[in-house]
């Protein structure tokens, strides 16, 4: 038969598989993996091509089957039964019922039938029946028939049951209830057969039969089982054994049983039994497997040959894969574990990065509150100077209207000189008189020259305290862009964090690369650990950073509340010079008043010399006035001198300050381009983090229909179990016993868990699918917030620049601020000088007044001329009385801008503490980083000992090692350079603060001594009024006329040099009062660079506020995504053990498959195909004719089935 072997191997391997499947589904295993599909593999080679070269009979064979195929359509009445045979322990029949099922498929109301069982009873319904044997007619309503009967008609298949013990043989009530080893034979006869012709010769075949025997084993008395032809199931404490056969089969096909191509007849097991006992054992027996092969289209040897070829590579590649599958889940299965932990402590971090991310967007938003208000003090600042600006402008035009007065003085002391010189001819005691007078305006002039130098250097040194003003403004200004410095270590800390996650992200990448090898990962995963711990360290400088960068906010804001108490002391001052501009306006009024009465004084000069000798007494009482004037503007000009002298040192500290200010912002800057770099590479990380988990949702997709396979199949094996189980309620329901009951509860019990593992493989499966979706809403969301954040840096990194040009302007204008103030300290050391000479000179102008009234006489001749110098000086004083009048309203505008600067110095100081709330909470936030850093830390610890499982993969993590090494470098850079800064900006701002207190008490000082100053003036005037009451008298006093009138000739010609002087010093004053003008508008302008720049401070800290906001929202999802993504990994842990357990099964009887029935199969077939196939086909069309047991009608299609129940052995029990 060897010329048959070949085609035979091709079928045996269907059957083999088929039978296998059947068997392994009532043994409740999916081992399906050698399914019968390869029944099907040779239909695609026939074509209506190659008919030509088919043989007579193929053809005759083909037609035949295409007829056969014709006849069913689906709505033909069809008869399925099931035979339930009960037998005694050795398998011998004691009772066969019978249980049909008609099925109406038209809903006909008479159906009929043939049976040949007795007592017949109708099971479901009321429907009744005529007739009996060939002769029945069923009356339905329209539905299905369901009966049972008996009968004792010969069996298709018989079952011979065989025991031995020890190796003899023994009946099984012989063997009850001993112990040794067993060994149970279950044979199987095929008694259904037909005659065919094949090769032209009438052979006999068995009708083909799967035969499928199950029983259920004591696991405390059955040991070192050993099944052939079957397999072991394990129950809890109980073992099945489950067996096959094909019972005649091989004769059928024309082999020799000694061929051993593994087509069994029987089925056994051996154990070793302690006290044996066997309950009730199940045998299944059907036909219809076969009934659904298909040999159509193969008709030549070498087809057969190429599909058993391609058959057996498929086998060897399935069971290579399955080798390989099982190696790779069980690394799987660990680097699974490892990811667990990793997962739980990745979630741990990402909360803490979560709090962390919230603190940071809660400090943004107090900052930019800060900068705001910041930004209105600016304003408000601006305002107060330009309010200055125009006070400014007023001053100087009420100087040019001093200086028109001073002018036309001059011309009339001229002419006053003059009128006396006639007069000196009159009288030689008024001569004698005037000399006194000489002598005491000599002194008086120098005391003026004094003064008027003083006030020169008075004048430049305001001049200069002017553009030191201006340039610390612009320093001021400078100062506050200075902010972005710290920005840019911010920026340096997101770069390091950017490489930190472009890292991770890589890291990521290499996961998905199983294939290269863990050795790598390993290596970057320690590498990550390393630089997460540098981060930390990194973090916690930075956390000192912020803590110094706190206490300078916290010196700004004491700072800014000493410069608001110095701006209230200088709007005192103000409003004290506004009161003393008032009094020098009044004694401009006075003085007014007094030149007209001297020019009528002089008009009425006959009045006598009494008059004069009184006039003469009323001037030494004026000069008396001047005197005491003279002495206040010299204990003012002291005042001054000192005020100047604190002015200078304050300046000094100032300037030292700025310079250390302008360090620590050079400083921060350095840091400041590294840590925006920073910050696009973290956004470059993210992206890169975005790419690669690009992949993942493929990868768990693949995962996901992977579990939905397994679920599938698992289905369709629960579904088989599931008919199983209905046919053993049916036997239970015709012979109830415990035996059955026991089956069918451990039955029930597989499909229920079964059903539960497909449940749990679904929902798994939707699980991933979920988290796979959270995981990418988290990575956008990243990537949004991080943009939002590169943008904040860049503005604030644009601030810090215009800080650093105005720290550095601001260290410049305090130097020159520092000169300023020596040359004002000199200046009014000057002023005091010659305020002591003027009060010498004041004093000897006294004497020559007394000096004077003594010598008064006739003054008509000199008085004429006298007359018209005073319309000159009455003109003069009105115009010095208007000019006053403007220095008045400059004074009172000036004192208003003052209260605006005040106004905008208070919004500065609440914007410096709302600056120094934000920067503390930042400083939490940094803390929370910080923490958040360091779980991050502990979580790369467990991930690297996770890579050292996954030994098999993972060798491309070593790029994200060292993008995060050089991230962690970066970052610990970018932390020490802030460091500096906020250090050096700490201390310049404590030194600008020290400098500030100076300058409040200076410029204190200054504003005192210019209103004592003021005072004397006003004192000075009155002293000139007197003067001039006691000229216009003059006319009244003969006596000593001539000395009095010499006298006064030589105070009158020194009277108008030193008015010359007072006139030049005035033209210094109205200088310096440009000078003050022009200084003010730069000011101004420098407040308007200011305001600018809080804008630009306040719009970053908005966007920053923004990016933080964005960067919490992302990290929220984020945190969300790793959530879902550890539970994930919790059900995916479980999912792979099942899955190990499950490969290694599949890889097992794949195995044993490619060895026990392909190869066999292979080995044995040789060339012939004609008889062969006859073979088949007689074979195929004898267990489609076996269609029924107990008879049908004809045009009814039928199916039957057989359940064999063999009694049990027992001690204490006998069969029924």
Do not use: C
Not at 960 to 988: F, T, V
Not at 1045 to 1074: E, F, K, M, P, W
């Amino acid at each position: 038969m060897k010329k048959y072997s070949r085609f035979l191997a091709g079928v045996l391997a269907v059957l083999i598989s088929a039978g296998s499947t059947g068997f392994y589904a009532v043994a409740n295993k999916d081992d399906t993996s050698a399914n019968g599909s390869s029944s099907k593999a040779s239909d695609k080679d026939s074509s209506e091509d190659d008919d030509d070269y088919k043989s007579p009979e193929i053809k005759k064979r083909d037609k035949k089957k295409s007829d056969d195929t014709k006849k069913s359509d689906g709505t033909t009445t069809r008869k399925e039964e099931t035979v339930y045979v009960l037998t005694d322990a050795n398998g011998t029949p004691t009772k066969t019922i019978v249980s049909d099922h008609l099925v109406n498929p038209q809903g006909l109301t008479s159906l009929m039938d043939v049976s040949t069982l007795t007592d017949i009873e109708n099971v479901k319904n009321d429907d009744t029946f005529s007739g009996s044997g060939k002769e029945m007619h069923w009356n339905t309503s329209g539905g299905d028939v369901y009966y049972k009967g008996y009968t004792d008609a010969a069996l298709p298949v018989d079952i011979k049951v065989t025991y031995t013990l020890d190796g003899k043989t023994i009946s099984p009530e012989e063997l009850a209830g001993k112990s040794g080893k067993v060994t149970v034979r279950y044979d199987y006869i095929n008694n259904s057969t037909a005659t065919v012709k094949i090769n032209g010769k009438n052979e006999t075949i068995s009708t083909p039969f799967l035969m499928a025997t199950g029983a259920l084993l004591d696991g405390a008395k059955f040991k070192n089982i050993e099944v052939t032809n079957g397999k072991i199931v394990s129950d809890g404490d109980r073992q099945a054994v489950i067996g096959y056969a094909l019972p005649g089969l091989t004769s059928s096909l024309g082999l020799d049983e000694d061929d051993d191509l593994g087509i069994p007849e029987y089925f056994e097991f051996t154990a070793d039994v302690t006290d044996f006992e066997l309950k009730t054992v199940f045998t299944a027996g059907t036909n219809s497997f076969f009934n659904e092969i298909d040999f159509d289209g193969i008709d030549k040897l070498d087809e057969l040959e190429d599909k058993l070829g391609e058959l057996a590579d498929a086998v060897d590649q399935l069971s290579d894969g399955s080798q390989q599958l099982y190696d790779g889940t069980k690394e799987l299965n660990k680097g699974v574990g490892d990811l667990k932990d990793g997962a739980d402590k990745l979630a741990d971090g990402g909360k803490q990065l979560n709090d962390g991310a919230v603190s940071l967007a809660d400090g943004a938003g107090k900052l930019a509150d800060g900068t705001k208000k910041l930004d209105s003090g600016a304003g408000d600042l601006v305002n107060g100077i330009k309010s200055a600006k125009d006070g400014g402008d007023k001053l100087v035009g009420g100087f040019a209207q001093v200086n028109d007065g001073a002018a036309q003085l001059k011309d009339g002391s001229a002419k006053l000189a003059n009128g006396l010189g006639d007069a000196d001819t009159g009288a030689k005691t008024l001569d004698e008189g005037a000399a006194s007078l000489a002598d005491g305006a000599s002194k008086l002039d120098e005391g003026i020259q004094k003064v008027a130098g003083g006030s020169g250097a008075l004048a430049e040194g305001t001049k200069t305290l002017d553009d030191g003003a201006k340039t610390l403004l612009d320093g001021i200004k400078a100062a506050k862009n200075g902010s972005a410095q710290l920005v840019d270590g911010f920026i340096q800390v997101n770069s390091g964090a950017a490489n930190l996650k472009a890292g991770t992200a890589q890291l990521a990448a290499g996961l998905v690369d199983a294939d290269d090898g863990a050795m790598k990962l390993k290596e970057g995963a320690d590498k990550l650990k390393d630089g997460a711990d540098t981060a930390a360290e990194g973090a916690k400088t930075l956390k000192d950073g912020t803590s110094s960068a706190k206490d300078g906010a916290k010196a700004l804001a004491d700072g800014a509340k000493t410069l608001e108490d110095g701006i209230k002391s200088a709007k005192d001052g103000s409003a004290k010079l506004k009161d003393g501009t008032a009094k020098l306006k009044n004694g401009a009024d006075e003085l007014k008043s007094g030149t007209a009465k001297l020019a009528e004084g002089i008009g009425s000069a006959d009045k006598g010399a009494a008059d004069v000798h009184s006039g003469a007494k009323k001037v030494a009482s004026g000069s008396k006035a001047l005197a005491d004037g003279a002495v206040n503007l010299n204990n003012g000009a002291a005042n001054v001198a000192a005020g100047s002298s604190q002015l200078s040192t304050g300046a000094g500290s100032l300037s030292t300050s700025a310079g250390t200010l302008s360090a620590g912002i050079t400083s921060s800057k350095a840091g400041s381009a590294k840590v925006l770099a920073g910050a696009k590479a973290l956004s470059d990380g993210i992206d890169t983090l975005a790419e690669g988990a690009a992949d993942i949702p493929e990868k768990l997709n693949g995962v996901s229909s992977t579990l939905t396979n397994a679920a599938d199949s698992l289905n369709s094996t629960i579904e088989y179990n599931k008919q199983v189980l209905a046919g053993l309620q049916q036997v239970y329901a015709a012979n109830p016993s415990d035996d059955i009951a026991a089956m069918i509860g451990t039955l029930q019990q597989t499909i229920a868990s079964q059903e539960q593992i497909a449940a749990g493989l679904a929902d798994g499966s939707s699980q991933i699918s979920a988290d796979t979706t959270e995981l990418t809403n988290g990575i956008a969301s990243l990537k949004t917030g991080a943009a939002s954040l590169v943008h904040g840096a860049q503005t604030l990194d644009t601030g810090l620049a215009t800080l650093d040009e105005g720290g550095k302007a601001l260290a410049a204008g305090a130097g020159k601020l520092y000169t300023s103030s020596k040359t004002l300290a000199n200046g009014a050391a000057q002023v005091s000088n010659g305020a002591a000479g003027l009060k010498a000179g004041s004093s000897e102008l006294l004497t020559g007044a007394n000096a004077l009234s003594e010598g008064t006489g006739s003054l008509s001749k000199g008085l004429t001329t006298a007359s018209a110098g005073a319309k000159s000086v009455d003109s003069g004083a009105g115009a010095l009385q208007a000019g006053i009048g403007q220095v008045n309203a400059g004074a009172a505008a000036l004192d208003e801008g003052i209260g605006k600067l005040s106004a905008g110095s208070g919004d500065l100081r609440v914007g410096a503490n709302t600056l120094f709330n934000g920067i503390a909470a930042i400083d939490t936030g940094t803390t929370s980083l910080y923490e958040g850093i360091k779980a991050l830390s502990t979580g790369a610890g467990s991930l690297s000992a996770g890579a050292s499982s996954l030994s098999a993969g993972l060798h491309s993590a070593n790029t994200g090692a060292a993008a995060l090494d050089a991230g962690a470098e970066k970052l610990q850079g970018g932390l020490g350079q802030l460091s500096d800064g906020a250090s050096k900006l700490d201390n310049g701002l404590g030194q600008l603060n020290d400098g500030g207190e100076k300058l409040k008490a200076g410029t204190g000082t200054l504003a005192s001594s210019v209103t004592e100053l003021v005072a004397g003036a006003g004192q000075l005037a009155e002293g000139s009024t007197a003067v001039a009451d006691g000229a216009k008298k003059v006319s009244g006093g003969a006596h000593s006329l001539a000395e009095g009138i010499a006298a006064a000739r030589n105070g009158a010609v020194q009277l108008d040099t030193g008015i010359g002087s007072l006139q030049g010093g005035l033209t210094q004053l109205s200088d310096g009062a440009y000078a003050l003008d022009d200084g003010l508008g730069l000011i101004w302008q420098g407040g308007q660079t200011l305001k600018d720049g809080t804008y630009t401070v306040s719009t970053g800290s908005a966007q920053l506020l923004e990016g933080a906001e964005k960067l919490s929202d992302g990290s929220g999802t984020l945190y969300a995504g790793i959530t879902t993504l550890d539970d994930g990994a919790a059900k995916l842990k479980d999912g792979s053990q099942k899955l190990e357990d499950g490969a290694k099964k599949l890889n097992s009887g794949m195995k044993k498959f490619r060895r026990e029935g392909i190869d066999k199969i292979i080995n044995a077939y040789n060339d012939d195909i004609t008889p062969l196939l006859d073979r088949l086909d007689a074979l195929k069309e004898a267990s489609k004719a076996y269609d029924n047991f107990s008879g049908k009608a004809a045009d009814t299609e039928g199916e039957v089935k057989f359940i064999y129940e063999t009694a049990p052995v027992a001690v204490d029990k006998k069969e029924d």
